[in-house]
């Protein structure tokens, strides 16, 4: 057999290495799909619970809480108040819908129900437009 004939067979790919190939880039591209549809699952439900939360308890259900909310407390230490006083179940939620909802919350002292979501927590916890 000549030297260039040997190099070709040398070189040229076994139909198994090929089919490897094959199959490897099939499983990349599934787990690819695979992670893509479960992301888009999570950030689904994330939205979905920002958008739709409501009241920790059912409508007529609630109890009034007394919350102090003190001087230069950050949203995050707000977020916390109300988790603390069950009024609110998830401070990360919370504190991206006071962005969303372009929030002022100002220090002070509120009586919250635990029936108020969040668009109502926030909107309970502005001035009235007399202090303002």
Avoid at 15 to 26: D, E, N, Q, R
Avoid at 27 to 49: D, H, N, P, R, T
Avoid at 66 to 86: F, H, R, W, Y
């Amino acid at each position: 057999m000549s030297d260039k004939k040997k190099r070709n067979k040398k070189n040229k790919p076994s139909k198994a290495s090929v089919m490897k190939k094959i199959y490897f880039k099939t499983a990349m591209y599934i787990i690819g799909i695979f992670i893509v549809v479960i992301v888009c699952k999570s950030a689904f439900e994330l939205g979905v619970e920002i958008y739709t939360d409501e009241g920790i308890a059912p409508e007529g259900a609630g109890t009034e809480v007394v919350v102090t909310i003190p001087a230069d407390s950050t949203v995050s230490e707000i977020a916390s108040i109300l988790k603390k006083n069950g009024l609110i179940e998830n401070e990360l939620i919370f504190i991206i819908q006071t962005y969303l909802y372009e929030a002022d919350i100002y220090s002070g002292t509120y009586t919250l129900n635990t029936e108020y979501g969040p668009e109502e927590l926030i909107e309970a916890m502005k001035p009235s437009e007399e202090e303002e």
